[in-house]
């Protein structure tokens, strides 16, 4: 484990890392390290069978045999995804790790023509260096109807949510530097 070795054993370590897909032989360790999280409430917990449902959406921090850290890029609409279960160990928090993931799903989210990205967290000022602005949660109301619903914290989330334009659509209003309309629910055509 990272968090036995001295201060300059674990920067040795965290140089040799890799940024990569997770495979579902990843599944295991990602659980240790999101429901460790998620046993002091601060993450959702996450079963091995959402896990292997989602694992394409997953990318990982490595270095040797360790996982250093993890997070999703979860597809809402033909523009939108969401950056979910970012978790970095306690010994590489400080090590850039959390950025280095953040670069990977925006990466991949512009790879795959989004036109944003967004979040909910707890540590808002770590996406506001990223270049995420804080929204309404009422602007993701898609997030709220398909997952929150089944969140024990539902009545009472505290989350905050943040969103990344990552390019200009003209067809899409603007608002506060990012498309508003992302992940709206879609509207009836009225004549």
């Not at 897909?21 to 295991?28: E, M, Q, S, V, Y």
């Not at 160990?89 to 790790?97: M, N, R």
């Not at 929204?135 to 993701?140: K, P, T």
């Amino acid at each position: 484990m990272l968090s036995s070795n001295s201060p300059a054993e674990v920067l040795e370590v965290i140089e040799r890392r890799v940024v990569r897909k997770a495979t579902l032989r990843d599944i295991p360790a990602i659980l240790r390290l999101i429901n460790g999280y998620a046993a002091q409430g601060i993450m959702l917990p996450r079963t091995e069978f959402e896990l292997s449902e989602n694992i394409r959406d997953f990318t990982v921090v490595y270095a040797g045999p360790e996982l250093l850290g993890c997070g999703a890029l979860h597809f809402y609409t033909p523009v939108s995804g969401e950056v979910r279960s970012l978790a970095v160990t306690p010994a590489s928090k400080e090590c850039g790790i959390g950025r280095l993931l953040i670069e990977a799903l925006e990466n991949e989210a512009i790879h795959n023509d989004l036109h944003a990205i967004f979040a909910f967290t707890y540590v808002p000022d770590f996406f506001r260096k990223l270049g995420f602005h804080q929204v309404d949660r009422g602007l993701l109301p898609l997030k709220v109807w398909k997952d929150c619903l089944t969140c024990p914290k539902f009545e009472c989330c505290d989350e905050i949510a943040v969103i990344k334009a990552l390019r200009a659509d003209p067809s899409l209003p603007v608002s506060n530097d990012f498309p508003a309309e992302l992940v709206q629910l879609p509207r009836p055509k009225r004549d």
